[in-house]
């Protein structure tokens, strides 16, 4: 908790939450551009400068050997539109976004951890009910021991739904129910 509030107030300290600009979507017209063509108004900060006169014309060249009716024409039909993005939001959904998955990595590792080193194999127990998780000397009443033992017992319910799963596919050769 005290990592995501850290990480926010990292976030909004940069004061660049507000990202501007002018975007002016253009179509082909041959005697000025083959193919359609984005272009972005760097300076551009209020909607109302946000045209295509202020932010395509300066951007094409060769204007002088190009009819200024064709450069008009071109012009008008390029749409512009004025973009405001608030960057600090994405951020801090980036940053939860890896938080998350860093957890879950964590937790996948701790129940790996868990499972597979404290676990003793026995070859001849079929479900694994009769052999804990855990040894005998960790059956105190602490808030340890209770999560460890519903992590055994959700890792037993698992494994016997998986052993009996397996069982239906391969020995009975019938699809999942």
């Known amino acids: 908790m ?52 202020a932010v395509v014309r300066p951007n094409i060249k060769d204007k002088e050997e190009k009819n200024e009716g064709t450069i008009e024409a071109y012009l008008h039909s390029c749409d512009c539109n004025f973009e405001l993005r608030n960057t600090g939001t994405m951020k801090v959904i980036v940053y939860i976004y890896i938080i998350s998955i860093v957890l879950l990595l964590m937790y996948t590792g701790f129940v790996y951890f868990i499972t597979e080193k404290y676990q003793p194999r026995v070859s001849n127990d079929s479900d694994g009910m009769e052999t804990p998780l855990f040894g005998e000397s960790q059956s105190r009443s602490g808030p340890l ?3 460890l033992t519903k992590i055994d017992s959700m890792a037993r319910r698992w494994k016997k739904d998986v052993d009996q799963q397996r069982n239906t596919v391969f020995k009975r050769r019938e699809a999942l129910q």
């Open 2 to 53: 005290i990592f995501i509030v850290l990480l926010l107030s990292l976030v909004f300290a940069d004061n660049d939450f507000s990202d501007f600009r002018c975007r002016c979507l253009c179509p082909p017209l041959p005697p000025v551009s083959e193919q359609a063509q984005v272009y972005f108004g760097n300076g551009t900060n209020e909607p109302s400068m946000c045209t295509s006169e």
């Open 145 to 147: 021991e209770i999560v």
